[in-house]
């Protein structure tokens, strides 16, 4: 099983509060992503990582934003909670560049905004 | 425009039957397919992954198939356990290099029924 951790596991918030979904993972790996999954739908890269203080945006467009001070560390903020933002956050990680690089993905967060 | 097609979107078997599911990709170029097991309410964790030369992989009871002439794969479960209720992702690389992107299908969500 993957050395990824996410917190909170569930959240439940009001609108217009800020935010902070907490990942870290323990294996050393220097890339880290972002997903966002909404309910039978795929996952969409919003934001990656490939070292400390390295962060692009991914595919998806997002009003989120991410910090990577440390290499365990990938917390994803949201300033300002909107509906919109409710959906689960999947944080992920990967080893260096080899032929079969795999992503190993945390528990999940799963956010509500009211 | 590069998609991940999966089919069915769910099913519905008895313990101990055997399934297949099926993944339709257009991405080129091709790096990798990988099959993902995604329990509900945790992180997609792989099964499987194949390269262009490989046609067929097998991991206990999950065996995938990948026809890259076709761009068609298959991951079939032989002998299901209510432990393989879970949604079944299907994932393609375009290279296997640090630019890679990956495209994700909307999963298969399999229920197995005592």
Redesign the interface.
Known sequence: E?D?YQTP?YLVIGTGKKITLECSQTMGHDKMYWYQQDP??????IHYS?GVNSTEKG?LSSESTVSRIRTEHFPLTLESARPSHTSQY???SSEP?T??????????T?LLVL | KNQVEQSPQSLIILEGKNCTLQCNYTVSPFSNLRWYKQDTGRGPVSLTIMTFSENTKSNGRYTATLDADTKQSSLHITASQLSDSASYICVVSDRGSTLGRLYFGRGTQLTVWP
Request: glycine letters at 12%; charged letters at 25%.
């Open positions: 993957a990824i596991r039978g739908m795929e996952l969409h890269l490939y595919d999947l944080c992920a560049r032929v079969s690089e795999t992503q190993y993905f945390g528990p999940g799963r």
